[in-house]
């Protein structure tokens, strides 16, 4: 099992700069991809950024040039640096990690931080 948590989420104004992390436990040693969800009260769930184990990184179009997707493998945790913050940003953050066993891919899910981003 894999347990994910987020942290680093508040209140900024436009322009300003937030990191988050996620913090994994568990069976770390089968995590391979990671990556950050964001979601708003209506809309679907939708992709930020994505990680390898390797540091490959992919970033969704509206998030490319102001986010940074890195990772430490060591401590077991993801970051998502994020500039030039607007407030379309504003979102619950989610820390997504596919751990792989059995020759099965798993995904565990974290349980949100909030990203405010005030005009």
């Known amino acids: 099992q894999v347990q994910l948590v987020e942290s680093g989420g508040a209140l900024v104004q436009a322009g300003g700069s937030l990191r988050l992390s996620c913090a994994a436990s568990?069976?770390?040693?089968?995590?391979?991809?990671m990556g950050w969800y964001r979601q708003t009260p209506g809309k679907q769930r939708e992709f930020v950024a994505s990680?390898?184990?390797?540091?490959?990184?992919d970033y969704a179009n509206s998030t490319k040039g102001r986010f940074t997707c890195s990772r430490d493998n060591a401590k077991n945790t993801m970051y998502l640096q994020m500039n030039s913050l607007k407030p379309e940003d504003t979102a619950s953050y989610y820390c997504?990690?596919?751990?792989?066993?059995?020759?099965?891919?798993?995904?565990?899910w974290g349980q949100g931080t909030q990203v405010t981003v005030s005009s």
């Open positions: 568990g069976i770390t040693s089968s995590i391979g991809l």
């Open positions: 997504r990690a596919v751990a792989n066993r059995y020759g099965r891919d798993y995904p565990y």
């Open positions: 990680i390898t184990s390797g540091g490959s990184t």
